[in-house]
């Protein structure tokens, strides 16, 4: 590791005393270790169910099933007919009653509570010992779950192998297992390779609807999760899978988790033999976040709509006590992306999401936000790597189509100097449609691209539209060719700011950080803006000082002017409007030429600090190219990092040398006063200096 990297790895360090703690995870759960990878993604079983669950309102079941195809409702019929008999009226009673791999069990029409599972642990159940998350609920072992399946469980497949579980309705809507908020999960399939959900729909719990840990080998087909704390569908440390048709809304963090996916892929390139989790044709919108997945790993998201959340979809590397991080390897094409605006933070100000999870109306549409997310984004990565963005479709967005972050390894519970800096390379993003919808027409992004700068092999298409930074890496046709490639180890140093402030969310005290325009900040009130108003104010006092003292300079006035003009432009700039015009370019501008004048005026009298305000006048001039024409190759910081640092050693000279300066307003004699002798007559001295 250079010294640079080992001098930013230090600040990095520092700032872990300085930011506290990293995060809790919105997830957590015991440790748990990736499948062996044996398996295979489950194939759907033709033929009779093992086993029938049903309820016995006959005249309910006939009113559910009277607008079916004839063969559908004389098939229900037959099955209702024989669960009267020898059926069971609980899912999970019938899961119990597996005996074997390969059975299946039908699910009739109708609405399961699940009555003998709702209520409270009691006995020794009551009394397990176990680390509580950062949510309040007690993180179990395997062992524990199996000893007291329903202390967090509405239905609990636990050790089952090749079960299929599957709705006999017309759709799936007509079985609905509903959790009511009384249990953590809805369905919860651990350590059970080879399960298979199809055609019903899980809804409220004050977690998870359908929650599949640690399987080698799952397949959601045709499922609809909504209205939950946390995730619709959540797949943890698990392989072979495959999400399809499935649908999710209304839930407090995404309707789809695949989060720990089986890490398959690390230390490889683009180049991939297999991917352990393919996710199409599902929907998913409503939510906080379609799609999210903390070391979501290898994951293959494929003609997907992500819609009318708060962002589209996300990947990260932010939570710790995930197997798999940092996050890589995640695929995304052919995915419709879009009009992802909304923003349910206002539930959480008004104190709806403080009351109990069945009295917030997640029927209504109220969705309580579960951590920090910015609205009106397509995807968002923080902090990953070898990731592939290929021909979506990314348009209505009112923030940016694509964010792009790194997140350090402190933040994931990881303090080793050297992985401080191991996210946000490798990233490629090609042949996507901004701004554009499926039928082609015109549904622009407000911004297309959000990078907060760091990385190395970073890569946008040509076809981009506007920019923060306005100039990126640009894709090759195979992948890993990139022009003008980058490698800095941190972001820049404004963004890096805001990306702080903005984290600090959380959920459970209702703390919305001031000063993020996440959480509704405007104008003043954000971060960013006071932050160059504050450096504004000390270099208009600094500067007026200096061009009181020069202001005999012509030159050294007009600088002062353009200084003037490039700080009013960089506070207009700063406002998120336009983070992405020429305004924060032609600021720069503006004010490194009137450091470089000043400078120059200066170079007689103070010549050394003259060269440090000439020096600041050429960093801020390169910073503004680098920003708006090309990223600089090979410099591990930006300028804007050099120019800020450099900046405070100039104020404080500048105050000093301000004091120092002869003023225009002292006369010639007092001059030639100076130069000799108190009793030196005038022409003595003058022909003495001669």
């Not at 790895?9 to 872990?16: M, N, Q």
């Not at 059970?192 to 809804?203: C, E, L, P």
């Not at 409220?204 to 946390?230: C, H, K, P, Q």
């Not at 599902?282 to 379609?290: A, D, I, L, T, W």
């Amino acid at each position: 590791m250079s010294w640079t990297r080992k001098a930013l790895a230090a600040v990095a360090a520092l700032l872990v005393v300085l930011v506290g703690a990293a995060p809790a995870g919105a997830h957590e759960e015991r440790p748990v270790s990736f499948p062996d990878g044996s398996g295979s993604v489950p194939k759907y079983r033709e033929g009779a169910p093992d086993l029938l669950v049903c309820k016995t309102d006959r005249a309910d079941f006939e009113r559910r099933i009277a607008d079916y195809p004839r063969p559908l409702r004389e098939r229900n019929e037959r099955y209702f007919e024989r669960c009267l008999r020898d059926g069971y009226r609980h899912l999970q009673a019938a899961v119990d009653a597996v005996d074997r791999p390969d059975m299946n069990i039908a699910i009739l029409p109708g609405v399961y509570q699940e009555q003998p599972t709702q209520p409270k642990p009691s006995g020794a159940c009551a009394r397990l010992k176990a680390r509580k998350s950062s949510f309040g609920y007690q993180i179990l072992s395997y062992a524990q779950q199996k000893r007291c399946p329903s202390n967090q469980n509405l239905v609990a497949i636990l050790g089952k192998k090749n079960l299929q579980i599957e709705g006999t309705g017309q759709s799936r809507s007509d079985v609905i297992i509903d959790g009511q908020y009384k249990k953590l999960n809805v369905i919860r399939a651990d350590g059970s390779d080879g399960v298979y959900f199809r055609n019903f729909t899980a809804q409220r719990s004050t977690f998870n609807s359908l929650y599949v840990l640690a399987g080698d080998g799952f397949v959601i087909d045709d499922m609809l999760t909504r209205w939950n704390d946390e995730y619709g569908f959540l797949t943890f440390a698990s392989d072979h899978g495959l999400y399809k048709n499935c649908e999710s809304y209304g839930n407090g963090d995404s309707g789809i988790y695949p989060g720990s996916a089986s890490d398959i892929n690390n230390g490889r390139g683009y180049d991939v033999p297999r991917y352990s989790i393919e996710i199409t044709g599902c929907r998913s919108h409503h939510n906080m976040v379609g799609y999210s997945g903390t070391a979501g790993d290898s994951v293959h998201v494929h003609d997907n709509e992500f819609d009318h959340n708060m962002g589209g979809a996300s990947m990260d590397s932010a939570f710790p006590g995930h197997p798999g991080l940092p996050q890589n390897h995640a695929r995304f094409e052919r995915n419709d992306i879009h009009d992802n605006n909304a923003n349910y933070y206002r539930y959480v100000r008004d104190g709806t999401c403080a009351k109990p999870p069945a009295e917030r109306g997640y029927e209504r549409g109220v969705v309580c936000p579960q951590i920090s997310m910015p609205p009106g984004t397509g995807i968002i990565t923080a902090g990953g790597n070898w990731n592939i963005y290929e021909n979506n479709w990314i348009h209505g967005h009112q923030r940016a189509g694509i964010f792009l972050s790194a997140v350090p390894a402190f933040i994931r519970g990881e303090g080793a100097l050297g992985k401080q800096f191991d996210t946000s390379h490798h990233n490629r993003y090609a042949g996507n449609r901004f701004g554009t919808d499926r039928a082609g027409r015109s549904h622009p992004n407000d911004m297309d691209v959000w990078w907060d700068g760091q990385g190395g092999g970073n890569c946008w298409q040509a076809s981009a539209g506007a920019s923060n930074p306005r100039s990126l890496p640009s894709c090759g046709d195979r992948r890993g060719d990139v022009s003008g490639d980058t490698d800095r180890v941190a972001g820049e140093p404004g963004k890096l700011a805001q990306l702080m402030v903005c984290a600090e969310y959380d959920a459970g005290a209702r703390k919305l950080p001031a000063g993020c325009d996440w959480y509704g900040a405007r104008g003043v009130e954000r971060v960013e803006v006071q932050l160059a108003l504050g450096v504004a104010g000390v270099l208009a006092l600094v500067g007026g000082v200096l061009w009181w003292r020069l202001r005999s300079s012509r030159v050294a006035g007009a600088a002062a002017l353009a200084g003037a003009a490039g700080l009013v432009l960089d506070v207009v700039g700063s406002a998120g409007s336009y983070a992405d015009t020429l305004i924060p370019v032609v600021a720069l501008v503006l004010l490194g030429g009137w450091w470089a004048a000043t400078g120059w005026v200066l170079r007689e009298e103070r010549r050394a600090f003259a060269w440090v305000t000439m020096a600041m006048g050429a960093l801020t001039l390169l910073d503004a190219f680098d920003k708006a024409v090309f990223m600089l190759p090979w410099i591990p910081l930006s300028p804007a990092w050099a120019r800020m640092l450099l900046g405070v050693v100039w104020v404080v000279w500048a105050v000093v040398a301000a004091a120092r300066l002869r003023t225009p307003s002292r006369s010639a004699e007092a001059d030639a006063m100076e130069s000799g002798p108190a009793d030196t007559p005038p022409a003595a001295a003058a022909g003495a200096v001669s």
